[in-house]
Nanobody
Framework: QVQLVESGGGLVQAGGSLRLSCEASGHTFSTRTVGWFRQVSGKEREFVATISATARSTYYGDSVLGRFTISRDNAANTVILHMNRLKPEDTAVYYC????????????????????WGQGTQVTVSS
């Protein structure tokens, strides 16, 4: 079964750090672009970061630029999101998603390009 599994969420104080992992199972996503998105209940899903298949290109949402870093280990079939200097407004369910048709980052970025999604992991940042 093709799926993405996120892990690493939890509760952290403002200013702290967390590391989220996204692991592919049932397939390899080494040739595909993978991104992270987040959603607060009642709001639209928000783009966080994305990384091309070769990791040569990355792109970040304005609200996380300079604080979050996306990376990937294709041998381990994993994409990582390092989150530093966390703020209460970073509280959300974080989802990883895969663009199964491309290995590059589209411009402008279109959430509809991401067609395989994980179940999400909760991140809560306390003030």
């Amino acid at each position: 079964q093709v799926q993405l599994v996120e892990s690493g969420g939890g509760l952290v104080q403002a200013g702290g750090s967390l590391r989220l992992s996204c692991e592919a199972s049932g397939h390899t996503f080494s040739t595909r672009t993978v991104g992270w998105f987040r959603q607060v209940s009642g709001k639209e899903r928000e783009f966080v970061a994305t990384i091309s298949a070769t990791a040569r290109s990355t792109y970040y949402g304005d609200s996380v630029l300079g604080r979050f870093t996306i990376s990937r280990d294709n041998a381990a079939n994993t994409v990582i999101l390092h989150m530093n200097r966390l703020k209460p407004e970073d509280t959300a369910v974080y989802y990883c998603a895969e663009d199964s048709r491309r290995g590059y980052i589209t411009s402008p970025l279109d959430i509809e390009d991401y067609d395989i999604w994980g179940q999400g992991t909760q991140v809560t940042v306390s003030s």
